[in-house]
T-cell receptor
């Protein structure tokens, strides 16, 4: 059983299009995250949701809109895609927000290429 | 701005040697420190976390933390070719009811040569 899954795995699209990436976790975790990893391998947090509520929203263009229909799902919708959006997007989840030892589990990633 | 710095490498070590990976961080309030391993084209996977000064050992891996120097390291003993990957250091900023907001370093690429 895949703990954190993402679809699609690969996404190639044209500039200006709108696309969505889906994420699901079956670990029963309360908190989910979206990260972006650019070509230089820097992994940066974009959003964090705790029990369907947005907690962290780092400086991300408002073309990016996360949506959490329930605590097991966190989807990412991107409007008007730009070349600079090309990256690998990772979903992650964790169980205990209040604990120092809390670890995050990552999905397999979605490789987005904007042409 | 909170930063996590790592040497990008590549760090090349012969099989069987000890690989030493280093990480410095700027936020003195950081409580927990994580080492993730990422194979090319794959997602990060957790190797170890540490939150107390000193050493923490798990098999061939030892994490070392020195909060006064704002320094965390990962030692890999008896390095194997299968250890070749990028190692990401992550430092948490704890936010109440929001979980750990992890700030990642840029990663160090390790190459273990047979």
């Amino acid at each position: 059983d895949t703990a954190v899954s993402q679809t699609p795995k690969y996404l190639v699209t044209q500039m200006g299009n709108d696309k969505s990436i889906k994420c699901e976790q079956n670990l029963g975790h309360d908190t989910m995250y979206w990260y972006k990893q650019d070509s230089k391998k820097f992994l940066k947090i974009m959003f964090s949701y705790n029990n369907k509520e947005l907690i962290i929203n780092e400086t991300v263009p408002n073309r990016f809109s996360p949506k959490s229909p329930d605590k097991a799902h966190l989807n990412l919708h991107i409007n008007s895609l730009e070349l600079g959006d090309s990256a690998v997007y990772f979903c992650a989840s964790s169980q205990h927000p209040g604990q120092t030892k809390e670890t995050q589990y990552f999905g397999p990633g979605t490789r987005l290429l904007v042409l | 701005q909170k930063e996590v710095e790592q040497n990008s490498g590549p760090l090349s070590v012969p099989e069987g040697a000890i690989a030493s990976l280093n990480c410095t961080y700027s936020d003195r309030g950081s409580q927990s420190f994580f080492w993730y391993r990422q194979y090319s084209g794959k997602s990060p996977e957790l190797i170890m976390f540490i939150y107390s000064n000193g050493d923490k050992e798990d098999g061939r891996f030892t994490a070392q933390l020195n909060k006064a120097s704002q320094y965390v390291s990962l030692l890999i003993r008896d390095s194997q070719p299968s250890d070749s990957a990028t190692y990401l250091c992550a430092v948490n900023q704890f936010m109440l009811n929001a979980g750990n907001m992890l700030t990642f370093g840029g990663g160090t690429r390790l190459m273990v040569k047979p």
